[in-house]
């Protein structure tokens, strides 16, 4: 085959592939309606407001995760009072608490059928000169800001030493961490549930599987993703009335 027409199918394909790895999130919300995440856990549900004005990526990344039902099973796997509670790690659906924090999303958790299939191509494209290929584990970019604040009750996302490393794991602040800002992309805060946060917080550690660890992992049993006050039981709305409208919308 022409080396030049090699190269410009390898191109058309990496192209593509730079258009698939917006993480899937489905239909655009309505302009000006909230989008939530309702996460039904073992010691109760907290509903969770996102802000995809201040950080699009990683909003979209989770919508599409819990729409597959991608944290379904995992467990809260670290707890610090005072500071945060951990989860999201598909790792902690298994029973060996050891290697919990350490697992996240692949490509193909993040990606349509449709998506998944060109990466798949551009991959093959690139193995075939040689290259790693590219349907290992997904990674965010960092989308830090420097006016958003961790408070208590905020969500964020966890990641490595690499500030590009986000994936599935999230924490959600028990207390205000100041020295989390700018550091660690927030992308949402808690409605209504900060006692079921509290009360994971505060349970009992398990030394022998980490300095954090609970002794008994708080499930996240289901995971629901919506946009639209219509989608909120009549205790969530009240909280959300409740909630100070800078909490509602950051960006």
Same mark, same amino acid.
């Given at each position: ?118 990466? @798949?191509? $551009?991959?093959?494209? =690139?193995? /075939?000169?040689?290259? *790693? ?6 990674? %965010?970019? +960092? ?79 289901? @995971?629901? $993703?919506?946009?639209? =006050?219509? /989608?909120?039981?009549? *205790? ?6 409740? %909630?100070? +409208? ?6």
């Amino acid at each position: 085959m022409c080396p030049v027409r090699t190269a410009i199918r390898a191109l058309l394909a990496l192209a593509l592939l730079a258009a698939c790895l917006v993480p899937a999130a489905g239909a655009a919300p309505a302009a000006g309606s909230p989008q939530f995440v309702r996460l039904e856990t073992e010691a109760g549900n907290m509903l969770l407001v996102f802000y995809p004005g201040l950080a699009p990526n990683h909003v979209a990344n989770f919508q599409h995760l819990a729409r597959t039902g991608f944290f379904n099973g995992t467990r809260f796997h670290r707890i610090v009072p005072g500071f945060v509670i951990q989860g999201g790690d598909p790792n902690s659906k298994d029973d060996d608490p050891r290697n919990d924090g350490l697992g996240g999303p692949t490509v193909r958790d993040v990606l349509t059928d449709s998506e998944y299939q060109a990466v @798949a191509a $551009a991959s093959k494209v =690139l193995e /075939g000169r040689g290259y *790693a290929g590219l349907t290992g584990d997904a990674r %965010l970019k +960092a989308e830090f800001s420097r006016t958003a604040k961790h408070v208590r009750g905020t969500l964020s996302m966890a990641r490595s030493q690499n500030v590009d490393s986000a994936g599935s794991q999230f924490f959600i602040c028990v207390a205000d961490a100041a020295a989390l800002d700018g550091q660690y992309t927030i992308f949402g805060h808690v409605v209504s549930g900060m006692e079921v946060a509290d009360k994971i917080v505060s349970a009992e550690k398990n030394p022998a599987a980490g300095r954090d660890a609970p002794a008994v992992p708080v499930q996240i049993v289901k @995971a629901t $993703a919506f946009e639209g =006050l219509a /989608g909120l039981t009549a *205790a969530e709305r009240a909280a959300w009335d409740k %909630l100070p +409208a800078s909490l509602k919308d950051l960006r």
